[in-house]
């Protein structure tokens, strides 16, 4: 099967079809939530799909490919440890071995670890459709809690990450009740530097405060333009972390009040800039 067929087939058997990847959320789904289909598209042989690939100005990333793989081969990308290091924290090795990116982002689940760490990066979602293909920037790929910009019958083909222009230094913070839980609150942070230390892109990404991933644009903004050594003065990293606090929208459940999650935005991002700026002066 090639995307083209998968495709049509699920345009022609509509909300009776779904397309399976590795399963893991689906599973859950028709077992706990009652989810019913007809028809599955299994999208595991489709090679257009799968693995990772240098395209120079961008390493290209398939939907299809498994958290395992992705893990184990962006070793080969230093400047993309972050991604890694974030799979690593996420479900278990057995569970990584079928649980796919794609499937991951498609999921749309606002404690989704992957989903900060690769907005940081500015990763682009490559969309495939009826029409042929379209790209969009991750964050806008999110509309609300298990809900995407696909339409129709489309599918999510790849997702490409743009190599840094300066030196970057990237982390993702979270914390969770138990090593193999949801995040409670996470926050994925990229920040990148001229050699001088001057600070010229900043993203901040806050995850499971808010039915989207929540871009801090205030934040970045208090960032962009200022020394690495900034980032030493207590009093103006307090600043930034409030903004991040700011502009969380938590709500309070089983697992932490509203009150514990947007305290924590602040602090798991003080802690990711902090990261992220040693990065930048360990590798000067
Ligand atoms: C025990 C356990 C622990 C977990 N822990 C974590 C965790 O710590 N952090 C975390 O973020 N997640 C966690 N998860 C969630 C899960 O592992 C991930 O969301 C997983 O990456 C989903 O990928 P999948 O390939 O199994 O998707 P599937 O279950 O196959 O699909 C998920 C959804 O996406 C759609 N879909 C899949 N691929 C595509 C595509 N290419 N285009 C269009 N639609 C598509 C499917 O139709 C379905 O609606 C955990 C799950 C389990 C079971």
Not at 48 to 66: C, P, Q, V, W
Not at 78 to 107: D, K, V, Y
Not at 215 to 220: G, L, N, P, Q, W
Request: aromatic content about 4%.
């Amino acid at each position: 099967m090639n995307v083209a067929e998968a495709v049509a087939l699920k345009a022609e058997h509509g909300s009776k079809a779904v397309y399976w990847a590795g399963g893991t959320d689906l599973y859950l789904l028709m077992e706990r939530r009652g989810l019913k289909f007809n028809h599955c598209i299994d999208l595991s042989r489709i090679d257009r799909l799968k693995g990772l690939s240098d395209e120079g100005a961008f390493l290209r990333i398939g939907a299809m490919t498994s958290l395992h793989r992705v893990e184990r081969e962006i070793s080969s990308h230093p400047s993309m440890a972050i991604i890694g290091e974030t799979i690593r924290l996420m479900c278990t090795p057995q569970t990584r071995t079928l649980a796919t990116i794609g499937g991951n982002l498609c999921h749309a689940a606002p404690s989704a670890d992957l989903t900060p760490t690769l907005i940081a990066l500015d990763a682009q979602a490559v969309i495939a459709g009826h029409h042929g293909e379209r790209t969009l920037p991750l964050a806008d790929f999110f509309l609300h809690v298990n809900k995407t910009a696909l339409e129709g019958a489309e599918l999510l083909a790849e997702i490409r990450l743009p190599k840094a222009t300066n030196r970057r230094g990237a982390a993702y913070r979270r914390v969770a009740r138990t090593v193999v839980d949801i995040a409670l609150v996470s926050s994925g942070v990229s920040l990148q530097a001229t050699p001088d230390g001057a600070i010229t892109d900043a993203r901040i990404v806050l995850g499971a405060v808010a039915p989207t991933p929540v871009r801090v644009t205030t934040a970045e903004r208090m960032l962009v333009g200022k020394n690495l050594s900034k980032l030493s003065d207590g009093k103006f990293l307090a600043e930034v972390s409030q903004a991040a606090a700011d502009a969380s929208a938590p709500i309070t459940d089983i697992r932490g009040s509203e009150w514990y999650r947007r305290r924590m935005c602040g602090v798991l991002t003080q802690r990711a800039i902090a990261s992220s700026a040693a990065q930048i002066r360990e590798a000067a």
